[in-house]
């Protein structure tokens, strides 16, 4: 089956525009391609590889470490374009915006999963590692779905990498926690404002899960050793590509989220809050 083993036929967004793909004068028109971010490593890199069988024409790759994308590519039977772009740099627009003209895709899934976190206490972070949570984690992520957009119709998918760090205010994680709050914010927002496109929007807020995001930001203490309170790439990729095909609004993986999410709801956010700093305290120690 096109386009996902997962999607529920009854859903609203499990269909493909009729219109996807069609021939004109001999050519090709339209290409069914699904746009990755932070591809190289972790939750992207398993997104491109649970995709692989979801009979699209192209898996766009994107990320900086060209090595690690052509390696991928090798493993994958989809075509595969990749781009090596920094998204801390500007000009990737401009890039990505010549290759979209020229290819006029139709984007079935964009996956936003580039991002970092830095943790600490707030004089121990950079200013200039605040700027690249903000710039990586909002302002490109903001960019990338406002480009891609006019490349997805009905039956389309975004699904927007935040974390469960987003519910909650987090101290020692301050800065990466309120990027993932606008994550979330922003597309729950947006998710509104294209019901009426049958696109899909969904923040997908996971707990720990096991890559290299920790090793990446410095943040080797908070990665947890013990089994349930880190889960696979694996598994939340595959959750989450299920959920997303229903058209849920936000996505959380495993019970200790799920229950975090719910506490987060209805419980005091100043209690919780202190929790969180004798948490990260501790772990900082
Ligand atoms: N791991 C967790 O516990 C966890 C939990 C909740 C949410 N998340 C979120 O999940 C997302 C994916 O993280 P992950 O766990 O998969 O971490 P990861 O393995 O470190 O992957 C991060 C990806 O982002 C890309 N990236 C970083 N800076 C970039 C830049 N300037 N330009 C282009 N690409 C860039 C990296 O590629 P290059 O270095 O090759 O550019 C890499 O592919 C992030 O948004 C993270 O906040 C992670």
Redesign the pocket.
């Known amino acids: 089956m096109l386009f996902g083993q997962n999607c529920n036929r009854n859903s609203a967004y499990a269909e493909p525009s009729k219109t996807f793909r069609f021939i004109k004068k001999g050519m090709v028109i339209f290409m069914n391609i699904s746009v990755i ?10 997104f491109a590889v649970q995709l692989d069988g979801y009979g699209l024409d192209e898996l766009w790759l ?5 090595d ?2 052509n390696e991928l590519k090798e493993k994958l039977n989809t075509k595969v374009r990749i781009i ?6 500007d000009s ?1 627009r401009a890039e990505l915006k010549i290759i979209l003209e020229q290819e006029k895709p139709v984007v079935r899934y964009l996956i ?6 830095i943790y600490g206490r707030y004089d121990e972070i950079s200013e200039a590692d605040n700027d ?1 949570m903000i ?3 909002i302002k ?2 903001v960019a990338m779905t406002v480009i891609i957009l006019p490349y997805m119709n009905k039956g389309s998918h975004i699904l927007e ?5 987003g519910f909650v205010p987090v101290p020692f994680e301050n800065v ?1 926690a309120a ?2 709050a606008f ?1 979330i914010s922003y597309s729950r927002a947006l998710k509104y404002e294209l019901n009426s496109k049958g696109i899909s929007v969904t923040a ?14 410095g943040n080797a203490k908070h ?1 947890p050793e013990k089994k349930g309170y ?1 889960v696979s ?1 694996k598994a ?1 990729v595959r959750h989450t590509l299920k959920t997303a095909c229903r058209g849920k609004q936000t996505t959380v993986y495993g019970m200790p989220i799920k229950l975090y999410q719910y506490i987060g709801k209805f419980l005091s956010h100043d209690l919780i809050i202190k929790f969180m700093t004798k948490f990260n305290r501790e772990i900082m120690k």
């Open positions: 971010t932070g591809a190289s490593s972790g939750l992207g890199r398993e994107i990320a900086r470490r060209e690690r994308l090596t772009i920094d998204l801390f740099n990737w936003n999963s580039a991002g970092i976190g690249k710039d990586l984690n490109a992520l990498i935040a974390s469960c760090a990466y990027t993932k994550v997908i807020c996971p707990g720990k899960i096991d890559t290299e995001f920790f090793e990446h930001t990665k880190i790439a939340v």
